[in-house]
């Protein structure tokens, strides 16, 4: 069941992570334009890091609710029968993830914004003298000058996502059927349910060692990309 949930939590950071960056980039891409109010706008997406976890669990619990869920209220409006989110094994881990996905957006999206003002905007005046439109220009000079910053979110990103646990405790105590049964949990629960201390203590060692090793492999992929770069 570990290694179960240890799958559970590789799945989530896969869905979470990826996403999550691709997410808030965008919103920090239209946030970085001159618009009216963007000031405003940032603050309202940066409330739900702020907000506590629980508190935003026990809200999403009842807007996922199959019977009086505003979410399958309003898909039913349009004539689409909304599954049980967070009770079938199939989409209760990619609802947990669009969560985390919502309610991180605002921080990735700081961390994105600092890195486009860093960008020289000559760099984008030149790419257009010479013939470039805005999306070759996000290829070709964002993209690739934003790399630490992406660097950072991944990492810091993949280290959050693999210790997931207050959403998964408080939505589906690792159900239905263990689909969201993530890492953490398990030594939750064979510490503090089972109390079988020891075997969790081994087991968070196991996690310890896991995502050490996967921060180091980032590093070196990065370090190698900046090799072959320079």
């Known amino acids: 069941r570990f290694w179960q949930s240890m799958g559970n939590s590789a799945y989530y950071t896969a869905l979470a992570v990826p996403m999550g960056m691709a997410f808030s980039l965008a919103i920090a891409i239209v946030m970085n334009q001159k618009l ?8 309202l997406f940066f409330m739900p890091v702020v907000s506590s976890w629980v508190a935003v669990s026990i809200i999403w619990l009842t807007l996922l609710d199959p019977n009086v869920g505003i979410v399958n209220y309003i898909l039913k409006l349009i004539g689409i029968t909304g599954p049980n989110w967070l009770g079938d094994p199939r989409s209760a881990m990619p609802s947990i993830a669009l969560i985390a996905i919502w309610k991180s957006a605002g921080f990735n999206m700081v961390i994105w914004l600092a890195g486009l003002q860093a960008i020289p905007q000559e760099l ?6 010479d013939g470039a439109n805005r999306w070759q220009g996000f290829w070709k000079i964002t993209l690739p000058l934003l790399a630490p910053t992406s660097f950072f979110l991944a990492v810091t990103g993949v280290i959050g996502a693999l210790q997931v646990f207050t959403p998964v405790y408080v939505l589906t ?3 239905p059927l263990d689909s969201t049964n993530t890492a953490v949990f398990h030594i939750y629960r064979r510490a503090f349910q089972e109390f079988d201390f020891g075997y969790a203590s081994a087991q968070s060692w196991v996690l310890f060692a896991i995502i050490f090793l996967i921060t180091i492999i980032q590093v070196g992929v990065r370090r190698r990309n900046e090799e072959i770069q320079y």
């Open 36 to 43: 009216k109010g963007k000031a405003f706008f940032r603050t």
């Open 124 to 129: 984008y005046e030149a790419a257009s003298i």
């Open 173 to 175: 105590k690792g159900g």
